[in-house]
């Protein structure tokens, strides 16, 4: 079935409360791994209110795994409604990446051909609509996400649910609180793969059909949909019966806030009480006007993907002297004010494949020239990239991009930069194209988030594009590691691939955020973890 555009919502919200007061006048804090909000002094219940965040992009297509916004939208949207059989461990040991655990399923195994996985249903969770979970729910998803002849099933789903349910080959109800799912091939990491497989009421999918879901969507989280103005703003309430218990908050509002300067406006105004990505120059005030600023480093690169098949960039020497040439340093600690680490390496500092002996690219100009003579441009040369100018993990995308300019003009790589949406980079990106017919595309991405994503931005056979990067042998360890339920093994696989990209240098590696946002003092209860995901269900609004 061919999937309709989705038409726009009417928000059936009633309007937003008058503007809370101005951020009161006192010491900000940042905080350190794990902790949040600042401690709640007012001796009432510790419980309530309407947490509104001022997101970075536009929002989502709520419908189940179709999202559209990046991670962000699926940490602020998609976790928050749906649940997939597994999730990630959010709120334990927050000085490290997060393990996944059991979300509607409970445990599973896998046999020893490490393809065929059975997992144990959790028992009395129910929808937001009061439809028990069960079997037959996770196969109706599935058939809906995979199986072309499922009424349910769109062009839009099927093409959505590929990354991450791509890869199963056939999936079967074994009993009321059980199911069987196979893989193609054997894969380590499918337990992580399905925390993004996200499941829908069938009753509430039947009931609207596919096509007009997203209006009414439904799944087991501990939010349920309450309207939406399509895009630009979401309220979510409360699920009262979520099976982990329900959430303190009593409503959540996303809004869709790209202007750095309009979501610190947001956020002293009362508009928001919670702001993603602060502008790093207005953090200081922010402080000083109360306000909490939590941070942990987690697994994130902002970076540029060199045209490694045509032009200069096809000699890995110029690619080593474009990472020569940039004061990385300066970039975090300056210009972001400290909210980002320089990135030496491909592998994230927050993952298990940093290895700290492996940041190769020094501050070093001088290197930077010397490398540009050897590989015959010894007077440099003119590219372009693409730049985002907001969205998803961008940090200020054209301020680092025009920093990248002035040090890589020094060395004489003159760059042009063309800015766009991030939609439209991204879009054009999976469909294995640049944006703006650049010869390098500047984003962020989480290689570790989830590990089924690594070989869409480092594997040879990757429908992305990737620069046009190929390195047979990081192929092969990537395989390895995607095949091994080791995890341990697939650490030390990743650590070594992404020692040879670095080597290689198909990206010119810049900073790794370290996730800040920024909360109005009446924002309590917030855990930070070391992921781009967060749980929302310890986090109140203090009235």
Not at 268 to 291: H, M, V
Not at 380 to 388: A, D, I, L, Y
Request: proline fraction near 7%.
């Amino acid at each position: 079935m061919t999937h309709r555009r989705h038409r726009t919502v009417r928000s059936r919200a009633a309007a937003l409360p008058a503007a809370a007061a101005l951020l009161l006048a006192a010491t900000g804090c940042v905080s350190g791994p794990g902790s949040g909000g600042s401690a709640d002094t007012g001796g009432g219940a510790e419980r309530g209110g309407t947490l509104v965040i001022g997101a970075t992009g536009k929002l989502p297509n709520p419908d189940t795994v179709i999202g559209g916004a990046g991670f962000e939208g699926k940490r602020l949207v998609g976790f928050q409604i749906y649940e997939g059989l597994t999730r990630y461990e959010l709120l334990k040991d927050t000085d490290r990446p997060p393990v996944v655990t059991g979300a509607l399923a409970e445990s599973w195994e896998v046999a020893a051909d490490a393809r065929t996985w059975t997992f144990r249903l959790r028992k009395g969770v129910t929808f937001q609509d009061g439809t028990p979970f069960d079997a037959d729910a996770v196969v109706f998803n599935l058939d809906r996400y995979l199986d072309r002849n499922s009424p349910e099933y769109t062009d839009a789903l099927g093409a959505a649910a590929k990354e991450y349910a791509g890869g199963i080959a056939s999936y079967r109800k074994t009993d009321a609180d059980h199911v069987e799912l196979v893989t193609k091939d054997p894969n380590g990491h499918f337990p992580e793969d399905l925390a993004h497989v996200l499941i829908a009421s069938p009753t509430a999918v039947r009931k609207t059909g596919s096509a007009d879901f997203a209006e009414h969507p439904v799944g087991t989280g501990p939010f349920s949909f309450v309207s939406q103005t399509e895009g630009q703003q979401i309220e979510l309430a409360a699920n009262p019966a979520y099976w982990r218990g329900a959430p303190k908050l009593d409503r959540l509002i996303v809004k869709s806030l790209p202007d750095a300067a309009a979501r610190t406006a947001a956020l002293r105004s009362g508009g928001a009480n919670w702001i993603e990505y602060p502008n790093p120059d207005d953090i200081r005030t922010l402080k000083s006007d109360g306000a909490t600023i939590a941070a942990n480093s987690y697994d994130h690169l902002w970076y540029w993907i060199l045209d490694t098949a045509k032009g200069p960039w096809q000699d890995p020497r110029v690619r080593q002297a474009a990472n020569y040439a940039i004061d990385r340093k300066a970039i975090a600690e300056k210009l972001l004010q400290g909210t980002a680490d320089p990135a030496y390496q491909a592998a994230p500092r927050a993952t298990g494949a940093y290895d700290p002996a492996g940041d190769l690219y020094s501050y070093d100009p001088a290197k930077a020239r010397l490398l540009l003579t050897e590989a015959g441009v010894p007077n440099g040369f003119s590219t372009s990239v693409t730049v985002p100018t907001a969205g998803s993990g961008n940090l200020l995308p054209v301020p680092i991009a025009e920093a990248l300019q002035r040090d890589l003009a020094a060395v004489g790589i003159k760059v042009e930069l063309r800015t766009t949406d991030w939609g439209t980079l991204i879009g054009a990106e999976a469909k294995g194209q640049v944006a703006l017919g650049s010869d390098a595309v500047a984003q962020s991405t989480t290689l570790f988030q989830s590990e089924a994503l690594l070989p869409l931005f480092v594997g040879s056979k990757s429908p992305f594009w990737t620069g046009g990067y190929s390195n047979p042998k990081v192929d092969a360890l990537l395989a390895s590691a995607a095949a091994s339920p080791d995890r341990a093994k697939r650490t030390t696989d990743y650590r070594t691939a992404l020692s040879l990209v670095t080597q290689d240098a198909p990206w010119l590696f810049v900073v790794n955020d370290r996730n800040p946002r920024a909360l109005a003092p009446k924002v309590q209860g917030l855990v930070q973890p070391q992921s781009w995901f967060l749980d929302l269900t310890t986090v109140w609004v203090r009235r």
